[in-house]
């Protein structure tokens, strides 16, 4: 990481050069810092689990599809790969993409106007997945699931027909824990959101650059920068997710005990299956004693 530190100092934002998005970001310490910061959690995770493919002997740059679904994290997502790119530090094209998923009141208008006003290469889709959804979900019950896979199968389409290895998620290090407690108090198993996934079909990568970025500096970021956010009123309007007590448990922790949520992360780095309970894992039938061996 040297030497992205090194390359960062000698391209610093505080000079107000950079992306389009960029243009009216504040100029003060504390917004650089941040910045900054975001840039490093966000290289780290690409450098940690090899996120850029080796170089194509035909000199073909690889092409990432980039998820904007009008949130915070997801332009925060966009904001920062741009950032790199300008850096130097990441040779790949990007294109963002908007699933207009046909939500009531959605504003159509406004991330193309965005997208198209920066200069970044996009593409808005419209399936109207929303019909679906409320037609095959009981009352009652949350659209989150088949809200996804809906989404995320024709996400791998665009994917497809936009000539992109790889699709970019704006899911964050909160999201990962969220997922991984959500998993372990009702799913039975320990699963979280891996940075980086194969898809089924095996032809496209599903990366997650954000996974090392806390939500409280995307938050910070978001607002700083003025993203022209779009709530979710699908999803986002019903109560009692199961999500949300993970959240609100995980911030529990973190303000009882600063910095638990890093230490949590790391964790999921850090696992030995010995010490676990998975017999596919790690063989404890062939675990058997050397007498003699401490004699040696």
């Not at 997208?115 to 593409?123: F, I, K, S, Y």
Request: charge should be neutral.
């Amino acid at each position: 990481m040297s030497d992205v530190i090194d390359r960062m100092e000698t391209t610093d934002p505080a000079a107000g050069a950079g992306p389009s998005l960029y243009a009216d970001a504040p100029s003060s310490v504390s917004f650089n810092k941040l910045r900054k910061r975001l840039i490093r959690n966000v290289r780290q995770a690409i450098d940690d689990f090899s996120m850029i493919p080796a170089a194509d002997p035909g000199g073909k740059r690889p092409r990432w599809l980039v998820a904007l679904s009008g949130g915070k994290d997801s332009y925060g997502l966009l904001a920062l790969l741009m950032d790199l790119q300008w850096r130097g530090m990441l040779p790949v094209d990007l294109i963002a993409c908007n699933l207009d998923q046909g939500q009531p009141n959605f504003p159509k208008h406004i991330l193309p106007d965005y997208l198209a006003a920066h200069g970044v290469p996009h593409r808005i889709e419209y399936r109207d997945t929303y019909s679906v959804v409320t037609a095959k979900v009981p009352e009652g019950a949350t659209y989150c699931a088949l809200c996804s896979r809906l989404r995320r199968g024709n996400l791998y389409r665009i994917a497809r027909e936009e000539g992109c290895e790889a699709l970019v998620l704006g899911h964050h290090r909160d999201d990962i824990l969220e997922t991984f407690f959500l998993n372990f108090f009702h799913g039975g198993r320990l699963e979280a959101m891996p940075p980086k996934l194969l898809n089924d079909d095996g032809d496209v990568m599903v990366l997650r650059p954000m996974a090392y970025c806390a939500e409280e500096d995307l938050a910070r970021f978001a607002e700083a920068l003025a993203f022209p956010i779009i709530p979710c009123d699908l999803c986002g309007s019903q109560d009692g997710l199961q999500r949300n007590a993970m959240k609100l448990m995980i911030g529990d922790i973190e303000r009882r005990m600063p910095g638990r949520k890093d230490s949590m992360i790391r964790a999921l780095s850090n696992t030995r299956p010995s010490h676990l309970l998975d017999r596919s894992l790690f063989d404890f039938a062939g675990l058997t004693t050397q007498p003699g061996k401490a004699d040696i």
